[in-house]
């Protein structure tokens, strides 16, 4: 039995329908109680919070200092490949956009990460599309034996793979594994993703299953806001996570909330969320999960990540680069969506001192592996 | 106020810091000198071994500053062992907070794991401060395989939620040949000093300095509620209770003979 089975217990329409009728008064027991359960969590994301903002964002604040002290984690995204034999309506790698592909080499990924190396970062998240001949599992192991002795940790966010895939990697440095399922509306998933293996609804959603089975350290699960409802899809995430946190207890947790960013070509958004409704969202999943980490990328905006820190936040990225090579080449690919922040990771990490916090590059040891 | 003695090193304060958490490595500097504290515990996880001029170690190089190394982020005994053995080479010493928790999100000791990994890192000629459940058998079980202390928990780690172990730390401390150090869960001084007139050896605090708006102040109050309650356990707590008793109505027959 994997999450597919609770995920079918729950309706679409009933659940957007019990979100949109939560009440001032549910709103307000919510932040009352000691620990939320999910019921709490749909009244902290209905419009009907709205109000309580800043009471929301006090109680963030707090929560995340105690679990996480004033420090934010520190980590950078490495694109290995933009080839992609997906169509997904959103994103400039999709097949169907019309650009120049690469995949880095070995000498190009070394002068990546020498690159990389030079801002301070141990942390590195690695990217691609879905191009399984080119860019699959033999391809990760290289890299992998590639970047280990660089970095402490490592992330991914690449295709999903079979557990034994993950099995095979993890012993040589795979720590994390980013899989967002994008969005939880089953029908509308089959509309953004038309073409390539990503259709396959099913065997995204069971993904984080794989992942735990494999026994991996840690998962990110998100949706990509502005494709639905973000408020339901918001509740579907916060449901996988608490089925995954009781059935894979030794894995830890991450939730990020990307949300679509312009790119050549691509659609606009089907849903807009605003920067108060961003807030609302975050300070929601900290007071529903004290221990969760609450990832924030360059997608958004210089002033929404100096503030937003402070709300719950606990790992950043900064001076990112989403095409691959554009951290060594002059010659830049084509990015999978444009960077709000463009500040260096210097600039950023003066950002966060004056604020009082500390940034850790470091907070994993490759001997852990 | 008595020294205490743990291994081969004597101590003047009693109270074992952490080192996470704060807003900045001076910050965290300034509380952990104005606390007075001679122990302190490092996440290997978090030091840059392979660096001379780590921002953390740095800034703790004091002589007053003795490093206790932690396991922090290890699942089972295997992983305790090697990251112990690394700790021990990089950091000069052999004294290890063990802590092994496989569970990432309420940090909770594994006490099958963690008697395994203290039975080998003795052997090793470890000084071993297991941080472990308030399980009085448990700790007797550590204290024959020769940890040199234990380290039950007061609360969930990072709670601030106080003493919520007391009537089992009370019978950890009775039964105790090894110093008790009450490790996690103390969020006020008052709590800190709870523990100490229990008969608790030390306590160990982070998050309550770390995470308050003044951490030296915080700091400051940690070691006088400390000191406070070490003296009235050495003084002698008056027994609660202690009324006078006006008549004797089951032993006043006695005086009738």
Avoid at chain 1, 220 to 249: C, M, P, Q
Avoid at chain 2, 177 to 200: C, K, R, T, W, Y
Wanted: aromatic residues 8%.
């Amino acid at each position: 039995m994997g999450f597919n089975d609770i995920f079918e217990q729950h309706n679409w329409d009933k659940v957007k329908q019990s979100i949109y009728a939560k009440t001032g008064a549910d709103v307000e027991r919510a932040l009352a109680k000691p620990t939320r359960d999910l019921e709490d969590f749909k009244a902290l994301i209905s419009p009907a919070a709205m109000p309580y903002l800043e009471q929301m964002a006090t109680l963030s604040q707090q929560l995340t200092q105690k679990r996480f002290g004033k420090t934010l984690q520190m980590y950078i995204p490495l694109y290995l490949s933009n080839e992609c034999q997906n169509i997904c309506t959103y994103c400039g790698f999709s097949l169907d956009n019309p650009m120049r592909r690469i995949t880095l080499n070995d000498e190009q990924i070394l002068n990546e990460i020498a690159v990389i190396k030079s801002y301070g970062y141990d942390h590195v998240l690695l990217v691609t599309g879905e191009a399984n001949k080119t860019v699959g599992v033999d391809y990760f192991k290289n890299a992998l034996q590639l970047i280990r002795k660089h970095f402490s940790h490592i992330s991914m966010e690449v295709q999903p793979l079979d557990q034994e895939d993950y099995e095979e990697l993890m012993p040589l440095g795979l720590n994390t594994v980013l899989v967002y399922q994008e969005t939880y509306h089953q029908e509308d998933y089959k509309k953004h993703h038309p073409k390539g293996k990503k259709s396959n609804f099913q065997y995204r959603i069971e993904t984080p299953d794989r992942l735990g089975k494999a026994g991996i350290h840690k998962i990110g699960l998100g949706v990509l806001i502005g494709l639905e409802d973000w408020r339901t899809d918001s509740f579907f995430t916060a449901l996988h996570l608490n089925y995954l946190e009781k059935k894979y207890w030794k894995t830890k947790y991450s939730i990020s909330f990307p949300r679509l960013r312009p790119f050549s070509g691509g659609l606009p958004p089907k849903v807009e969320m605003n920067d108060r409704e961003l807030v609302q969202l975050i300070c929601a999943y900290r007071i529903f999960n004290e221990e969760v980490e609450l990832s924030l990328s360059t997608r958004e905006s210089h002033t929404f990540r100096n503030n937003a820190i402070k709300l719950g936040i606990t790992s950043i990225s900064a001076g990112s680069k989403t095409d691959p090579g554009g951290y060594a080449s002059q010659e830049h690919a084509l990015e999978q969506f444009e960077i709000s922040d463009e500040r260096t990771p210097a600039e950023i990490l003066s950002m966060i001192r004056s604020q009082g916090y500390e940034a850790i590059w470091k907070d994993w040891d490759a001997s852990l592996s | 106020m008595n020294i205490l003695k743990i291994a081969d090193k004597t101590f003047t304060s009693r109270l074992f810091t952490g080192t996470g958490k704060f807003g900045s490595s001076s910050q965290m500097e300034e509380a952990l000198l104005a606390s007075g504290s001679e122990l302190v515990t490092v996440a290997l996880k978090r030091v840059d071994v392979q660096n001379q001029e780590d921002d953390i170690l740095q800034h703790l190089a004091h002589p007053q500053f003795n490093l206790l190394p932690n396991t922090s982020g290890v699942r089972n005994a295997k992983e305790a062992v090697f990251a112990a053995q690394l700790a021990r080479e990089a950091l000069e010493t052999n004294w290890l907070k063990l802590e092994i928790h496989p569970d990432p999100k309420y940090l909770l000791p594994d006490p099958i794991e963690t008697l395994r990994a203290a039975e080998e890192l003795v052997k090793l000629g470890f000084v071993v401060l297991p941080y472990i459940h308030a399980d009085p058998v448990l700790c007797k079980r550590l204290e024959e395989v020769g940890t040199a202390a234990v380290m039950p928990l007061g609360s969930p780690i990072g709670s601030n939620s106080g003493l919520q172990t007391r009537e089992f730390l009370k019978i950890i401390i009775q039964q105790s040949n090894v110093p008790v150090v009450v490790d996690a869960g103390i969020g006020a001084p008052s709590h800190a000093a709870e523990a100490m007139e229990l008969g608790a050896d030390a306590v160990l605090v982070n998050t309550a300095i770390a995470v308050s708006p003044n951490p030296v102040q915080m700091a400051k109050a940690f070691k006088m509620a400390i000191e406070a309650g070490r003296m009235a356990y050495e003084a002698k707590l008056a027994p609660v209770g202690s009324v006078a008793v006006a008549s004797s109505p089951l032993t006043a027959f006695l005086d009738e003979f």
